[in-house]
C-alpha cells in the first residue's frame, strides 16, 4: 500500500467510498449518495500544493482518502488554515489506513504552509472520534443537535489542532 496525490480518474472510488459512509448514517450529513458529477467541482477545487486529496491505494485500488479543503476560500487571514477529512472502504477499516492518511497529511501541513486543521464531524461519530484523539486533536466547538436525520438529531463537533 502506498499514499499518493489522487487523480482525476480516482474520483470515481473516492466517491464511492464516501458513499459508503453516507449508508451507514453516522459518518457524514450527507443523507443521499453523491454522484461522481456532483462532487467534480469539490474534487477540481484541490491542487497538490496547497489543498491536496491523497489516497491510499493497493493493487490499483483506493482503499481510502483524505482531503484538506480550503476553509473560507479568499478570507486571506484564514489562508494557512484547512478543513480535514478522510474516510476508508468498508472492506479495509481495522487496518490503520485512516491513521496513516491523517499522519500523512499531518507530515505534509507545514509545507503546504498550514497552520491549522480542523475536522467537523457527526458527534455520534466515535470512530472519528478516537482518530482525532490519537492524533493530537483536541474539541474546539460543538454544535449541539443541528444534524437531522430521519428518525434521529445530532450535533457536530470540531476538532482542531495546531500544526
Known amino acids: 500500500m502506498h499514499i499518493r496525490i489522487a487523480e482525476p480518474d480516482d474520483l470515481k472510488q473516492i466517491v464511492a467510498i464516501y458513499n459508503q459512509a453516507v449508508e451507514e448514517g453516522d459518518c457524514t450529513a450527507d443523507t443521499h449518495s453523491l454522484t461522481v458529477e456532483e462532487r467534480q467541482d469539490w474534487f477540481n477545487s484541490h491542487s497538490p500544493d496547497k489543498y491536496p486529496i491523497h489516497v491510499m491505494e493497493e493493487n490499483g485500488v ?10 473560507r476560500k479568499g478570507r486571506m487571514a484564514l489562508r494557512n488554515v484547512a478543513e480535514i477529512s478522510y474516510y476508508v472502504e468498508n472492506n479495509h477499516r481495522g487496518k490503520g489506513i485512516g491513521r496513516q492518511l491523517m499522519q500523512h497529511a499531518l507530515q505534509e501541513a507545514p509545507r503546504l504552509g498550514l497552520h491549522n486543521l480542523f475536522a467537523i464531524l457527526l458527534d455520534i461519530n466515535q470512530v472519528s472520534i478516537a482518530l482525532l484523539e490519537k492524533n493530537a486533536f483536541s474539541k474546539w466547538g460543538h454544535l449541539p443537535d443541528i444534524a437531522e436525520f430521519p428518525g434521529k438529531t445530532c450535533g457536530q463537533f470540531i476538532y482542531g489542532r495546531k500544526i
Open 62 to 71: 483506493i482503499t481510502g482518502w483524505c482531503s484538506l479543503s480550503a476553509h
